[in-house]
């Protein structure tokens, strides 16, 4: 899955693709969303120029130090992908600044709109090079799986959201919680597993494996080969937040939340409350 800054000076990136570039960027800065992105490009943009744009950002933040740790897939549900007119999942990156410890606290201020879905997250002891992958071939490379939160979140006013906005602002990717104790894949049937995650105590959100592509495992395969299809293939080491197992939830300030997958474990994480200082 190419994209249009692939070769690509960058000097000579589109002037729309940097524009929406340091839309987000400020939108991050500032802590003020930006409007949608798709008004910047001709008949709203395309995949390939909302993937520049996330890679344009990708690049910027390499370039300013952050660690590369891994990729997000989102737009695992049906339901979503007919709402945005899509029949496939899109990704996103993951930095090692994202990562919030399990049972840690997000600070006021940090995130725009917060919404929390649970996860099934995979991290690989093999590279994943193959454009034409195949599942044994995910299988043989996952090393373990974990509970997991992402924190979804959008520099996008009031998640007014085409696809080339989600895309282009990282997958609406925010930060992500792991939980602390690793699974082989032949303990855990990822398909079958049962997700319910609570907010302050309450039950906001129930699924399953089978909710993402029919199975995590699915939605990894998808991701190995999109991303060997554009050279910038899936490595050991890698993690891989695999999609929602069930509806994501919104996060105000005082909230916290755990998710609980059968046979994985759980993940935790709280959001500080208003007023707080840090």
């Not at 524009?19 to 001709?42: H, W």
């Not at 933040?61 to 029949?87: E, F």
């Not at 079958?192 to 990894?220: F, H, I, K, W, Y």
């Amino acid at each position: 899955m190419s994209t249009v800054l692939d070769g690509v000076s960058p000097d000579a990136v589109p002037p729309a693709v940097v524009k929406a570039a340091d839309l987000l960027a400020e939108a991050t800065r500032t802590g003020v969303a930006c409007p949608p992105l798709r008004t910047l490009f001709d008949d709203g943009g395309d995949l390939a120029s909302a993937y520049a744009v996330q890679q344009l950002n990708v690049r910027r933040g390499l370039d300013a130090g952050r660690r590369l740790v891994g990729r997000k897939i989102g737009l695992t549900s049906p339901a979503v992908q007919h709402q945005l007119g899509v029949d496939q999942p899109d990704f996103g990156a993951l930095f090692a600044d994202m990562a919030v410890p399990d049972g840690g606290e997000v600070p006021l201020g940090r995130l725009l709109q917060p919404k929390v879905e649970a996860e099934v997250a995979l991290v690989l002891g093999r590279d994943l090079p193959e454009r034409e992958c195949t599942l044994v071939d995910v299988l043989r490379a996952v090393d373990f799986a974990l509970p997991a939160l992402e924190i979804v979140d959008s520099r996008i006013a009031d998640w007014d959201i085409s696809l080339v906005d989600t895309v282009a602002d990282n997958a609406s990717c925010g930060l992500y919680v792991l939980g602390g104790t690793p699974v082989p894949l032949d303990r855990v049937d990822l398909r079958a597993v049962t997700m319910t995650m609570q907010r302050n105590g309450e039950t906001v959100s129930e699924g399953t494996g089978a909710a993402c592509l029919g199975s995590p495992l699915n939605a990894a395969l998808w991701l190995a080969s999109a991303l060997a299809e554009r050279g910038d293939p899936l490595r050991a080491g890698d993690l891989v937040l695999t999609g929602a197992l069930g509806p994501m939830a919104p996060a105000e300030p005082g909230d916290s939340f755990e998710a609980h997958i059968l046979d994985l474990g759980s993940a935790r994480v709280r959001f500080a409350p208003e007023g707080d200082q840090q």
